[in-house]
Each structure stands twice: as structure tokens, then as C-alpha cells.
């Protein structure tokens, strides 16, 4: 039989299969998943203020705060453990960070709040302490006239605590006495000039 034309063929439909809907079901649960690896692997890096800054925008985009409440708890616990390890060492900036990071993160459910190892009243105790301890250490650098180094004991307590008003005024006193201070020995510097006096 000789081939046939291509007149002689018949035409090609082009028939797509139907185009089903994906099934959405299971989204939450892949996100929830996902999340957790990234808690997980914050976690394992020992990055605690991450983790638990993660956890709190995962919170933020809704989701329930059951949902990863076992890597909250393992990090929040661990940096109240480093929070205490830094003020025994003197280090009360790095433990009052974390420990804001812990208290502005504090759960709302009871369940959780009796598994934190600190209570929110704890936490600002030891928040105080540790403002408390940065203000006296400024205050001593200030009396032995280290007004630059006050200034930074001073900025300190600012970086967790914007609002603080004490660590604000002692700043800006201290700041203007700098200031002051450096245009006396600019002074005191500054060539003569003119004839002198008594010659």
C-alpha cells in the first residue's frame, strides 16, 4: 500500500487533560514543617534570640502558638541558662538582651508560661539588676573622670532599653561636659596670637 498523503491523514486534536485544582490541604502542614526545620536548625546553631525571633514572626503570620512551642520552650530556657552564666561573668548588657528577648516573647498560654523557667516578674527583676549594674558602672567611670566610658555603659542599657530615661539624661550631661571639655583644651592649644603682654 503506498503511503498516504498528508492530506489524507487525519488531523491531530490537540486535547489537554483537565487541569486539576492542587489540593491545598496539606499546605499548613508542609509550612509547619518547614518552620520547624528553620527552629530546628536556629537551634542547633545555638542561635537562641534568632529562634525565638523566627518563632514569634512565624506567630505573626498566624500561626497558633502550639505550633512550635517545644523549640520556643528549648530556646527560651536556654537563654534564660546563658542570660544567668553572662551576669555571673559581669556580661549584664548580653544577659539583658536576652532576657528582653524572652519577655517580650512570653507565651500567653499557661501551659507554656509554667514551662519557662523564669516568670515575667523574674525576668524583670533580673532586667532591673542588670540596668541597676550598668548605671553604678557608669557612675564610677564618671567619678574617676572616664566620661567617655560612662557614656558607653550608659549606651548600653539603650540598646535594650531605648526608653530609659536616667541612662538618657546621664548621656547628655555627660555628652555636653565632652563637649565643653574639648573646647577648653582646644583653647588651651590655639597658638597666641598677638603682641605679648609685659614685653
Known amino acids: ?36 526545620q528553620q527552629a530546628r536548625h536556629l537551634l542547633d546553631a545555638q542561635d537562641y534570640i534568632g529562634t525565638i525571633n523566627f518563632i514569634q514572626d512565624e506567630r505573626n503570620k ?42 517580650a516573647s512570653f507565651p500567653q498560654s499557661l501551659e507554656l508560661q509554667q ?3 523564669a516568670s515575667p516578674t523574674q525576668l524583670t527583676d533580673k532586667i532591673d539588676l542588670c540596668t541597676e549594674k550598668l548605671m553604678e558602672a557608669g557612675l564610677i567611670a564618671y567619678r574617676s573622670g572616664e566620661l567617655a566610658r560612662a557614656v558607653k555603659f ?28 574639648k573646647t577648653l583644651n582646644s583653647k588651651d592649644q590655639a597658638p597666641l596670637s598677638g603682641p605679648i603682654q609685659g614685653q
Open 62 to 103: 498566624g500561626a497558633g502558638e502550639k505550633i512550635l512551642s517545644e523549640e520556643y520552650l528549648q530556646a527560651a530556657n536556654s537563654s534564660l541558662d546563658q542570660a544567668d552564666a553572662l551576669m555571673r561573668k559581669g556580661d549584664y548588657p548580653g544577659a539583658a538582651i536576652l532576657l528582653k528577648t524572652v519577655q
Open 154 to 181: 550608659w549606651e548600653q542599657i539603650l540598646a535594650y532599653n531605648p526608653q530609659h530615661q536616667d541612662a538618657r539624661n546621664s548621656i547628655q550631661t555627660t555628652q555636653l561636659q565632652l563637649t565643653k571639655l
Open 1 to 36: 500500500m503506498p503511503p498516504r498523503a498528508a492530506k489524507d491523514l487525519p488531523k491531530r486534536v490537540n486535547v489537554q487533560a483537565p487541569i486539576e485544582s492542587p489540593d491545598l490541604s496539606d499546605l499548613p502542614v508542609l509550612n509547619n514543617t518547614l518552620a520547624q
Open 115 to 117: 514551662q519557662v523557667t
